[in-house]
């Protein structure tokens, strides 16, 4: 990074033995739990649909679009056909090549041979291989690959660092735009330094043919990967406002924290802490984003921090106990809001792998086949109330069906025919774009037969996330789905729909358009049997457009008063309010809605007017 550093001397027998058994001891130690049982629920549900996209060629951009990509199973390996094995080999190699690569950083960058240097050193070492996660290795790997880089000036570490920033998007498209701005952040200061174009036009240029190849390898071929890019666009966009949650940061503390973190590389004043911060700069307001969206994600950011910070260590010149506490304090501090934030914080991670860390390394790498054996044993037992009846099982028979709103473990259970929609789980279609992918499809050839609607565990039907009203999630494709299929079975955990060949509703027609105020009751048009539907439109005000791109949106709330005076409150994914919110009848308790109201939790947009649609 401007001067040369000295390498370390692996002729000598100490510098070679006592860092390779360090290594070896640690890495078993922190051996991570690799896979896990088939389970039913939200997130297990996506975790084993990841798995059978993988194992039946289904293609992600051209069939599925979602937030994880085609290798997205390896964060969550199931025993399904070779997954496992893939996953154990994968991971640990990635796991190996980093911390490899964060040693190497280490030990070219030349520190004090001093008893506080190494403890420092040894701390900081067992924190990132007890601590980080698969993804976490992903966007570390490629930071640690950018910095050797640039001390050594060897190709091979930037091509290596080009071919995991864009593995890691076909991983999962977030850390793939994190380790991408990594080393689109890199290659401007590298130009900024040295002011060679070509080389950060190669760069870049390597990114995208990269991507490519790793595309081609999979797929054999370029198709779905223009809407596996919009897609992501779309996914990233509309998060900020569907998945957002309206409970606020301690802005003091946090505030106290970022002045802490950009104190310290003014603090320290070396020119390898300046550029480290260059490249992390866009890449932590990427994940800042990402993680304050939910509550539920803070901790993410938690983890991220520190593992920087580890980064920064391995960069300094000696091991400094200012710079120390200096960290501590910005940790105690975000430790702080988090608490404030959630009231009871758990830590995933937040243990170490000393005693189970052995038991993972002999179950994953020297008794994989029986360790997958019990996966399955135990992913049957998880599964036994999704099986289905046998009555039920004869309608379907091997004809395609799916699942709503997202539980796709009845797939798992009854080994069925899936033939999964594009944005296979509601809750996730909160644009317009992505419902409508969804739409199209049911009111294809290409949809199934029959759709299993689940509703065990949720309070109805009609139940979301969040608070939401199920219906309201993706209008346009409930409206498919209700004009194309036609109820013949409700049992005590599923209704099974089945696929019609004639159409059931009319189409849309627009019966009244009202113009109303925040926090008003509006009246609703009454026309008897059949459906009523609101099409809401709404513009952010400048700063509300600013805030959700910054930082996340408020909350955005739709109320129902009943027949029999009864007031039902749900949270609105306003992005597709536009499509047709759901009015009449309300399903809950199947009465007529005579009357709505919409509201913020806070004024950053501006209403603009409903039509009631039928």
């Not at 996209?53 to 679009?65: C, E, N, T, V, Y």
């Not at 789905?481 to 159409?503: A, C, D």
Request: proline share 4%; with cysteine.
């Amino acid at each position: 990074m401007g001067y040369p550093s000295p390498r370390p001397d692996l002729k000598n027998y100490k510098d070679f033995f006592y860092p390779s058994l360090l290594f070896i001891i640690i890495f078993i130690l922190s051996f991570p739990k690799i896979g896990g049982p088939v389970s039913a629920g939200l997130g297990p549900s996506f975790e084993f649909a990841l798995n059978y996209f993988f194992l039946k060629h289904i293609q992600m951009g051209r069939d599925i679009i979602f937030t994880y990509g085609p290798l997205g199973f390896l964060i969550f390996p199931k025993p399904v056909g070779h997954n496992l094995l893939i996953s154990v080999i994968v991971i640990s190699l990635l796991k190996i090549a980093f911390l490899l690569s964060f040693l190497y950083l280490h030990f070219l960058i030349k520190k004090p041979n001093t008893f506080l240097s190494k403890l420092g050193f040894l701390v900081i070492f067992a924190i990132l291989s007890f601590f980080i996660d698969f993804g976490s290795i992903l966007v570390f790997l490629t930071a640690s690959l950018l910095l050797l880089y640039a001390e050594t000036k060897s190709k091979y570490f930037i091509v290596l660092a080009i071919a995991i920033s864009s593995f890691s998007l076909l991983v999962k498209p977030s850390y793939g735009i994190i380790s991408i701005l990594l080393v689109t952040s890199y290659s401007i200061i590298n130009y900024l330094q040295f002011k060679n174009i070509k080389r950060l036009l190669l760069i870049h240029l390597g990114i995208v043919l990269s991507f490519i190849f790793e595309w081609v390898m999979i797929y054999q071929g370029l198709s779905g990967i223009v809407d596996y890019w919009y897609g992501t666009l779309e996914l990233s966009f509309g998060n900020s406002s569907a998945m957002a949650m309206s409970l606020e940061d301690n802005w003091i503390l946090l505030s106290i924290f970022f002045l802490i973190y950009f104190y310290l590389v003014f603090t320290v004043k070396e020119k390898r802490i300046f550029i480290l911060y260059g490249m992390f700069l866009l890449p932590s307001f990427a994940f800042f984003k990402y993680a304050f969206t939910r509550v539920d994600h803070i901790h993410y950011f938690f983890f991220y921090i520190i593992f920087f910070y580890c980064l920064v260590f391995a960069c300094l010149r000696e091991f400094k106990m200012r710079v120390f506490l200096i960290v501590l304090i910005s940790l105690c501090v975000f430790f702080a809001n988090m608490k404030y934030v959630r009231r009871e914080i758990r830590l995933s991670r937040a243990k170490l792998y000393a005693i189970n860390g052995l038991k993972h390394f002999e179950a994953s790498i020297l008794n994989l086949e029986d360790y997958e054996k019990v996966l399955l044993e135990t992913s049957r037992s998880n599964l036994g109330n999704k099986v289905l009846e046998k009555n039920v099982l004869q309608i379907i028979g091997s004809h395609p069906v799916d699942t709503y709103p997202w539980e796709t473990t009845y797939v798992a259970a009854n080994n069925l025919n899936w033939q999964p929609r594009p944005v296979f789980q509601s809750y996730v279609a909160y644009t317009p774009w992505l419902d409508k992918k969804n739409a199209v499809f049911f009111n294809s050839p290409k949809s199934p037969k029959f759709i299993i609607w689940d509703v065990k565990n949720r309070l109805s039907e009609v139940e979301s996330i969040d608070g939401r009203y199920l219906l309201n999630d993706e209008p346009l494709t409930i409206y498919q789905i209700i004009n194309r299929y036609r109820l013949i079975y409700r049992g005590k955990n599923i209704v099974l729909f089945e696929k019609s060949f004639t159409h059931h509703l009319k189409e849309p027609r627009l019966i009244a358009y009202e113009k109303s105020q925040w926090g008003k009751w509006i009246k609703v048009p009454f026309i008897g049997h059949g459906i009523t539907r609101a099409r809401i439109n709404v513009s952010r005000k400048f700063i509300g457009s600013l805030k959700r791109f910054l930082y996340k949106e408020e909350e955005f709330f739709i109320e129902y008063k009943l027949e029999d005076g009864d007031i039902k409150k749900y949270r609105l994914v306003i992005d597709n309010a536009v499509s047709g919110v759901w009015i009449n009848p309300f399903i809950v308790k199947f009465l007529r809605v005579p009357r709505i109201r919409l509201h913020f939790v806070k004024r950053l947009r501006k209403y603009q007017g409903l039509g009631f649609i039928c």
